[in-house]
């Protein structure tokens, strides 16, 4: 049972501020896969009704940054430092989609995660790759 309570306390450190803002939520959280869901807001459309690519981007980050999070040593944190999203659907208002991120690369300096961003019919409506630098956390000084 050690191993669920180190993944508590990793889950424990997930700052969410951001995906709450966005609407998102965790529905899954392991060292091998994490999703959440999101609803398609007029807030997170664009111009043509549709989720906006850069609320899909932002919740992608989300989900591979705390998919980090969960894969980490002890006092290691992690920013992103690469993102790349293809657009292969558009997702309507009132719709939610869901986001799936797997791991591609656990390495001690780097980790990449791609994110499936999945339609309600279970048509992926984006993918993301994205590369995360593993940093050594200090807190910063008064």
Known sequence: MQHQDDLDIRLARVRTNFAEHLGARMTLATPDRVEFEMK?????????????GGAIMGLADNVGGVATILNLP???NTTTIESKTNFMRPVRMGETVRAVAEPLHRGKTTQVWQTQIMREDNKVAA???QTQLVLEWRDRPD
């Open 127 to 129: 993918i993301v790759t």
């Open 74 to 76: 002890e006092n290691r």
């Open 40 to 52: 398609v807001t007029s807030f997170l459309a664009n111009t043509n009704g549709v989720l906006h």
